[in-house]
């Protein structure tokens, strides 16, 4: 019976299914073992695992809490660069509005000044007939006298 050693810490495959990494290795894409499961010893060869886990050169556990802290460090100023980029935007947003409702108001101001100039202007003519003695005068209806 072939013998079979048990995993120490999880596992896993790269992409390309070529090597095995620690958990928390950028390179690791599936989970290959848990602690406990069984690796057989086909797997124990290729990959080099002693007791369980991966050897000492491929599987120091600080090179891979490092290279997941900077991997993450960049996910975060990747994540707040974009989060500002997105609130200047809003902002950008914003004040473009105000700029487009502030416009829309001028131009309903300038037509409704516009609009009461020319109402003045029409009363200004027609009281000026008026004084000149052009204005409308009633005619009486034919046929019938006031008396």
Do not use: H
């Not at 809003?90 to 516009?114: C, G, L």
């Amino acid at each position: 019976m072939a013998q079979l050693m048990v995993a120490a810490m999880r596992l896993c495959l790269t992409a390309d299914r070529e090597e095995l990494v620690a958990e928390g290795d950028p390179r690791a894409a599936f989970l290959y073992a848990s602690v406990g499961d069984e690796i057989p010893q086909s797997a124990v060869e290729k990959f080099g695992l002693v007791d369980g886990k991966l050897p000492e050169n491929d599987g120091d556990l600080a090179e891979v809490e490092r290279l997941a802290a900077v991997e993450a460090a960049a996910n975060a100023q990747r994540l707040a660069d974009e989060a500002a980029a997105a609130e200047a935007q809003r902002k950008a947003d914003e004040e473009a509005a105000a700029i487009e409702a502030k416009r829309v108001a001028d131009e309903a101001a300038a037509a409704e000044a516009a609009k009461k100039a020319a109402e003045v202007s029409a009363e200004n003519e027609g009281s000026g007939d008026k004084e000149n003695g052009e204005g409308t005068t009633k005619e009486a209806k034919p046929g019938k006298t006031k008396g």
